[in-house]
């Protein structure tokens, strides 16, 4: 009845985005998960490990789920900066868009509600820009240490590499790994079990106002510890999240995608 697939060969053919549109895999009986430019599976699609296509997370601020406007929203019902932020940064570390829905009212307007939220993960995101944007899972994309860590990464030079690639290897010389840590550590100390360091390994804290904080590190368990005592607000950009910036950390060959 909708001629999708007349269409879909229209759009990719003919029409005048085709060499830059993207469409989902929510065209038709039987294709979600499985064809499109990128897999949205079902709403609020978390994969567990890294998936090797390009996903889309579809969430929605409405604890809800609604993804239209309803009257009766309180606050509680909407999401957190905070479980907004822990969303994003877990759908990056996997390669995947995240993409949060906010159901305007009946005139149209976004409700201050909704706008605050908005507000408060775009701190965090315009802080962390560099670390979120353009960048790609790294080889691990999360730390086994007790507070939550997740890695997103980026090559200094790309010559040479598929610009469709799944993941950044580890390279010494060439990755810069993101650490995004979602809870303070009791004791100050940020375990990164995952980076190998090596005897010209830098660390950096996002600072607030664009600036970076040179962080000292200790060995510890095959990888660092980086202390951040004596840092607090206004240091940090943001309350919800704080990210470090890990240079010349040693190479390691692992595919995550087997
Ligand atoms: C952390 O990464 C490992 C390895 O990919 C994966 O098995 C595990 O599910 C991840 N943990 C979470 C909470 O996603
Ligand atoms: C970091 O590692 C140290 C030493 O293994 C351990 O005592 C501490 O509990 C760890 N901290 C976290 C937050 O996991
Ligand atoms: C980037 O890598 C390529 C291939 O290894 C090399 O030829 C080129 O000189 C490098 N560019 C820079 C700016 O280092």
Same mark, same amino acid.
């Given at each position: 009845y909708w001629k999708s697939p007349e269409f879909l060969a229209w759009l990719y053919n003919?029409? $005048?985005v085709k060499d830059t549109v993207v469409t989902n895999?929510?065209?038709?009986?039987?294709?979600?998960?499985?064809?499109?430019?990128?897999?949205?599976?079902?709403?609020h699609y978390l994969p567990n490990q890294l998936p090797t296509r390009k996903w889309e997370?579809?969430?929605? /601020?409405?604890k809800g789920g609604s993804y239209g406007y309803r009257?009766?929203?309180?606050?509680?019902?909407v999401l957190t900066p905070s479980e907004a932020i822990t969303r994003l940064v877990q759908v990056i570390s996997k390669g995947g868009n995240y993409l949060l829905n906010v159901g305007p009212d009946a005139n149209g307007k976004i409700i201050p509600l909704f706008e605050d939220r908005l507000r408060q993960i775009g701190i965090f995101v315009w802080a962390h820009s560099e670390a979120i944007f353009a960048t790609k899972p790294w080889?691990?994309?999360?730390?086994?240490?007790t507070s939550p860590v997740w890695y997103t990464s980026q090559l200094r030079n790309t010559t040479g590499?598929? &610009?469709?690639? /799944?993941y950044n290897p580890q390279q010494q010389q060439n990755t810069i790994i993101y650490a995004f840590v979602l809870s303070w550590p009791d004791d100050n100390k940020v375990n990164l079990t995952k980076v190998i360091p090596t005897s010209s390994t830098v660390v950096n804290l996002f600072g607030a106002n664009n600036k970076f904080i040179p962080m000292t590190y200790t060995q510890q368990n095959g990888g660092i510890q980086v202390d951040i005592s004596g840092l607090g607000m206004p240091k940090f &950009?943001? $309350?919800y999240a704080f990210v470090l910036k890990i240079e010349y950390a040693a190479d390691q060959n692992v595919n995550p995608v087997g």
């Open positions: 003919e029409s $005048p895999d929510r065209w038709g009986k039987g294709s979600t998960c499985l064809h499109g430019g990128y897999l949205t599976c079902q709403d997370d579809s969430d929605t /601020i409405d009257r009766t929203i309180t606050s509680a019902d080889i691990f994309q999360n730390d086994t240490a590499f598929d &610009p469709y690639r /799944i &950009p943001s $309350p």
